[in-house]
Structure formats: structure tokens, C-alpha cells
């Protein structure tokens, strides 16, 4: 059963910086597309951003410059390196493969004074 565990999120003050990290399993993770997305209170889920097996990275245009994402295939690991946060920028943050699994917990990340 494919499942992604999502950690790392917390509360925040506008400025500061997070690490959050998926581990899936159940799944050949190096072979897949990972991203991570959010939600925010009344809101539709959004893609923030995407890292293909080789590594190569997009970003919604909200998050360029301040997000990072990588991963490390040998751990079936995915990361998100959150920098410059926002009050915005607050939401449950999932993560998941393309077209494989289904939606995990999430991670709730707070940005607030």
C-alpha cells in the first residue's frame, strides 16, 4: 500500500524558515514525479512544488526564490526547505506522487506574528 508521511510544519513568525519532510512507501519512489502541495482554510489544494526522478524542479510562482524541494532516493525521502515565510503561506502541506497513492495527513504549517 503506497502511503507519505508528511512532517516538519509548525508555527512560524513571518520571515522564518521550516524544513518539511515526506517519506513514502510501498512504491519504487525513484522512478516517480513528487510534489508537494498545501491548502489553505477555504481554498483549493495547490501544487507548490514538483522535482521529477533526475531531480528537476518547478515551483508555483507564489514560492520561487524562498521554497526549495529535493530528495534523496535512497531514503524515499522528499523535502521542502521553506525560506521567507509569509502569513500566506499558511496551510496544510501534503505530499504525494503523481497519478499513484492517495493523500496523506499533511503537515500544518503556521506563519504568524
Known amino acids: 500500500q503506497v502511503q507519505f508521511v508528511e512532517s516538519g510544519g509548525g508555527l512560524v513568525q513571518p520571515g522564518g524558515s521550516l524544513r518539511l519532510s515526506c517519506v513514502a512507501s510501498?512504491?519504487?519512489?525513484?522512478?516517480?514525479?513528487m510534489g508537494w502541495y498545501r491548502q489553505a482554510p477555504g481554498k483549493q489544494r495547490e501544487l507548490v512544488a514538483a522535482?521529477?526522478?533526475?531531480?528537476?524542479?518547478n515551483y508555483a510562482d507564489s514560492v520561487k526564490g524562498r521554497f526549495t524541494i529535493s530528495r534523496d532516493n535512497a531514503k524515499n525521502t522528499m523535502y521542502l526547505q521553506m525560506n521567507s515565510l509569509k502569513p500566506e503561506d499558511t496551510a496544510v502541506y501534503y505530499c504525494?506522487?503523481?497519478?499513484?497513492?492517495?493523500w496523506g495527513q499533511g503537515t500544518q504549517v503556521t506563519v504568524s506574528s
Open positions: 504525494k506522487a503523481t497519478n499513484l497513492g492517495s
Open positions: 522535482i521529477t526522478s533526475s531531480g528537476n524542479t
Open positions: 510501498g512504491m519504487n519512489f525513484k522512478f516517480y514525479i
